[in-house]
């Protein structure tokens, strides 16, 4: 099953791009990276997905290496509102994503 | 349109006492689960229901029992607590997609076991 390496915390200036970068080396060739935060203990909230290409919303981009063994999330003017844990996440069967301990973004004024 | 809403949001029970978590998502979601998350953890899949009429276990379905009620509830029931099963429990649904999976979350259901 793929599992994901993320640094346990990272700082961001209000008003500047967050990156946040996800090891995911045992992916397999179907298998999608998902990102999710959870703001001060509420429940998940999905963020973006993608599987080969990279990915924008209206919330962030994600960018997957072409190897796939590696993505970063972009919050592209991080606000104070963006202060959680972010997951990065590969599916690992139908019905199940491994959620690991995630990065704790604190975004700083 | 509520989302994903759990009862209760708050719990504390004694050892050995019962206890059933109520989900229900106004959606039209296929699938529907339940997590637990323990302090500095991230989720882990307690049961998962991928359709009406059926359940199965996840990562750690010890000590819980589930019922898909209908399509848009999923409880969970602890028989007998145990302190090691004080967490926040989180519901979560999605819709049937093929490839993505992209789950709803609810608020959590914290409860604590003495």
């Known amino acids: 099953d793929a599992k994901t390496t993320q640094p346990p915390s990272m700082d961001c200036a209000e008003g500047r791009a967050a990156n946040l970068p996800c090891n995911h080396s045992?992916?397999?060739?179907?298998?999608?990276v998902y990102w999710y935060r959870q703001i001060h203990s509420q429940g998940p909230q999905y963020i973006i997905h993608g599987l080969k290409n990279n990915e924008t919303n209206e919330m962030a981009s994600l960018i997957i290496t072409e190897d796939r063994k590696s993505s970063t999330l972009i919050l592209p003017h991080a606000t104070l509102r963006d202060t959680a844990v972010y997951y990065c996440i590969v599916q690992t069967g139908a019905n199940n994503l491994f959620f690991g301990t995630g990065t704790r973004l604190t975004v700083i004024p | 349109n509520a989302g994903v809403t759990q009862t209760p949001k708050f719990q504390v029970l004694k050892t050995g006492q019962s206890m059933t978590l109520q989900c229900a998502q106004d959606m039209n979601h296929n699938s529907m689960y339940w997590y637990r998350q323990d302090p500095g953890m991230g989720l882990r899949l307690i049961y998962y229901s991928a359709s009406e009429g059926t359940t199965d276990k996840g990562e750690v379905p010890n000590g819980y029992n589930v019922s898909r009620l209908n399509k848009r509830e999923f409880s969970l029931r602890l028989e007998s607590a145990a302190p090691s099963q004080t967490s926040v429990y989180f519901c979560?649904?999605?819709?049937?997609?093929?490839?993505?999976?992209?789950?709803?979350f609810g608020a959590g259901s914290r409860l604590t076991v003495l």
């Open positions: 979560a649904s999605r819709p049937y997609r093929a490839g993505a999976n992209v789950l709803t």
């Open positions: 045992t992916i397999s060739g179907n298998e999608y």
